[in-house]
Nanobody, 126 residues
Framework: QVQLVESGGGLVQAGGSLRLSCAASGRTFSRYAMGWFRQAPGKEREFVAAITRSGGSIRYADSVKGRFTISRDNAKNTVYLRMNSLKPEDTAIYYC???????????????????WGQGTQVTVSS
């Protein structure tokens, strides 16, 4: 069982930056591939970024590539999402998720993730 708690959301002007954090409970954090997703009002939850168990491989959605950076610190049981050059269309609830993995896999689909956080709101004003 893994519990995930996101933090770091808020209101920011377009062009600004935020760093989201996701703290995981338990002592097996390094066995999970991690991901960030977001959901805007009236839209489906969409993939943002993912990272393998060790952090050795990363993947981004095209819409955030070059602006967002995912990272993890297995010693702190935490995954991060640094968001730069924010745009109003980035406004959404952001969720982190954990997927049990036996290999260094990148997981980009919601169905593959076993555990989800409660989400943190990010609002970007124009």
């Amino acid at each position: 069982q893994v519990q995930l708690v996101e933090s770091g959301g808020g209101l920011v002007q377009a062009g600004g930056s935020l760093r989201l954090s996701c703290a995981a409970s338990g002592r097996t954090f390094s066995r999970y591939a991690m991901g960030w997703f977001r959901q805007a009002p009236g839209k489906e939850r969409e993939f943002v970024a993912a990272i393998t168990r060790s952090g050795g491989s990363i993947r981004y959605a095209d819409s955030v590539k070059g602006r967002f950076t995912i990272s993890r610190d297995n010693a702190k049981n935490t995954v991060y999402l640094r968001m730069n050059s924010l745009k109003p269309e980035d406004t959404a609830i952001y969720y982190c998720a954990a997927a049990g993995a036996t290999t260094e896999v990148i997981v980009t689909t919601t169905q593959r993730y076993n555990y989800w956080g409660q989400g943190t709101q990010v609002t970007v004003s124009s």
